[in-house]
């Protein structure tokens, strides 16, 4: 008899949660115009996703702000000193 799940897992061990918990998906599509500003960012840069942490950092504020996601200082997110400008800066490098 075999003691893993149905798919080869333990079923004996318990799942550990993400870091930063659980949060809603955006079923109402709130921040759409968001995420695909830093989708679309991301496909013009060859996906070099420095070029676009102002989108990123935008889309996050929008999911704060809408109660996606639980309100975090953005230096906290890795965000601190992140502007506009800067993005600007490094894509006419």
Same mark, same amino acid.
């Given at each position: 008899?075999?003691?893993?799940?149905?798919?080869?897992?333990?079923?004996?061990?318990? =799942?550990?949660? =993400?870091?930063?918990?659980?949060?809603?998906?955006?079923? %109402?599509? /709130?921040?759409?115009?968001?995420?695909?500003?830093? %989708?679309?960012?991301?496909?013009?840069?060859?996906?070099?996703?420095? /070029?676009?942490?102002?989108?990123?950092?935008?889309? %996050?504020?929008?999911?704060?702000?809408?109660?996606?996601?639980?309100? /975090?200082?953005?230096?906290?997110?890795?965000?601190?000193?992140?502007?506009?400008?800067?993005?600007?800066?490094?894509?006419?490098?």
């Amino acid at each position: 008899m075999s003691t893993g799940g149905a798919f080869g897992g333990n079923r004996g061990l318990r =799942p550990i949660p =993400p870091e930063k918990g659980i949060f809603p998906l955006d079923h %109402l599509h /709130q921040c759409d115009t968001e995420k695909k500003g830093y %989708l679309d960012c991301l496909k013009s840069s060859g996906h070099k996703s420095e /070029q676009c942490r102002h989108l990123s950092k935008t889309y %996050l504020e929008c999911r704060m702000a809408k109660n996606l996601m639980a309100k /975090q200082d953005m230096s906290e997110l890795g965000f601190s000193g992140v502007t506009e400008l800067d993005s600007i800066v490094e894509k006419e490098r």
